[in-house]
């Protein structure tokens, strides 16, 4: 009897997890959140209702404090869950504490070495941080994943060259410049470093690629129309 109603209760906390995620879903967070924190007080000990409660007040950018005490919460009674521990880094990190935040991705990824959101995250950290070294494979993950991520491109491309590594950054940016989009941003950043780097053949080269992409289409002279024989 005992295990049945514990079924019972387990389908019921699931049943009432889904109903509030999907309220968030159809646009109604408050009904959402006032349901998920209902639900973290009946069950305490159950770490999922507090990671969501968590999750969307980051979400929405409000209690962010009751955001990390959910999220420390849930980290404790599920130290295996990486989500649980990159949600509470996005918050440390909101409040203005990197080191805790870092600490907290990198056991994430210890969780799950795939996570790439994490990744990412981190990446961010490390580079605000001065430890460009260490940002790069991280970047480099991210990129390797999304390649249609520029700005994550452009990012790499600075902390290969902050981390003392021109040539991995200068193929980078010669990577970028085939792209419409990213172009005159990815040329610039790179005249910058071959000027930097004393290579005055490559910096002439590339200025006159780069005057050229910025000089305007010239428009074909109209031709003047015949009379009409009408």
Same mark, same amino acid.
């Given at each position: 009897m005992v295990w049945l109603l514990l079924i019972l209760a387990a389908g019921d906390s699931q049943a009432r997890l889904a109903a509030a995620l999907a309220a968030e879903q159809q646009g109604d967070e408050a009904r959402a959140l006032v349901d998920l924190e209902q639900l973290s007080r009946d069950e305490p000990g159950n770490p999922l209702p507090h990671l969501e409660v968590g999750r969307l007040l980051l979400k929405r950018g409000e209690r962010l404090p009751l955001a990390e005490w959910h999220l420390?919460?849930?980290?404790?009674?599920?130290?295996?869950?990486?989500r649980a521990h990159f949600l509470?880094?996005?918050?440390? %990190?909101?409040?203005?504490?990197?080191?805790?935040?870092? %600490?907290?991705?990198?056991?994430?990824?210890?969780?799950?070495?795939?996570?790439?959101?994490?990744?990412?995250?981190?990446?961010?950290?490390?580079?605000?941080q001065g430890d460009y070294q260490a940002a790069v494979p991280h970047y480099r993950a991210w990129t390797a994943a999304h390649p249609e991520a520029t700005a994550a491109r452009l990012q790499l491309a600075d902390a290969l060259d902050r981390a003392g590594w021109p040539d991995q950054a200068e193929a980078e940016l010669r990577a970028l410049m085939s792209g419409d989009a990213t172009r005159l941003v990815a040329g610039?950043?790179?005249?910058?470093?071959l000027e930097r780097e004393g290579k005055a053949r490559d910096v002439a080269k590339l200025q006159k690629k780069l005057k050229k992409d910025l000089e305007p289409e010239k428009k074909k002279p109209l031709r003047d129309l015949k009379p009409s024989s009408r």
């Open positions: 420390d919460v849930a980290r404790s009674l599920a130290p295996e869950n990486p509470w880094a996005q918050v440390s %990190q909101e409040t203005g504490h990197p080191l805790a935040a870092r %600490q907290a991705l990198e056991v994430a990824l210890t969780l799950r070495p795939g996570f790439l959101d994490a990744r990412y995250q981190l990446a961010g950290l490390l580079f605000a610039r950043k790179l005249l910058a470093l």
